[in-house]
């Protein structure tokens, strides 16, 4: 799977990267298992400098959609997606549609250079 994690329960965070290709599906994927842990409330660092990604703008709505969603359940920890430049666009897109429903946390950085090791 190109996207994995892990919860720091007694840091109240979670560590999230993703390589490859990332698709919506896996995505979608990784917030199911998010919610099945029980991590949504945590800071969220999502480490996406080693990927590339094929969603559409649509997918992106309905992402945001679904962190809506799950913030009206429950609080939502903030969350911080480090990309490269290939990667900026889409985030800024996705930062966009998250402001439209102002319920979602989310920093958007482009990092230069090659991720490094945990």
Known sequence: MPISFHVDRLGRRVVTRASGLVTFSELSEHLDAEERQRALDLTELFDARGATTDITPDQIKQLVRRAAEAARRAALGPTAIVTHDDLESTAIQIDGAQRAVRRVD???????GEPQPP
Not at 106 to 112: D, F, N, S, T, Y
């Open 106 to 112: 989310l920093r958007i950085e482009a990092a230069r």
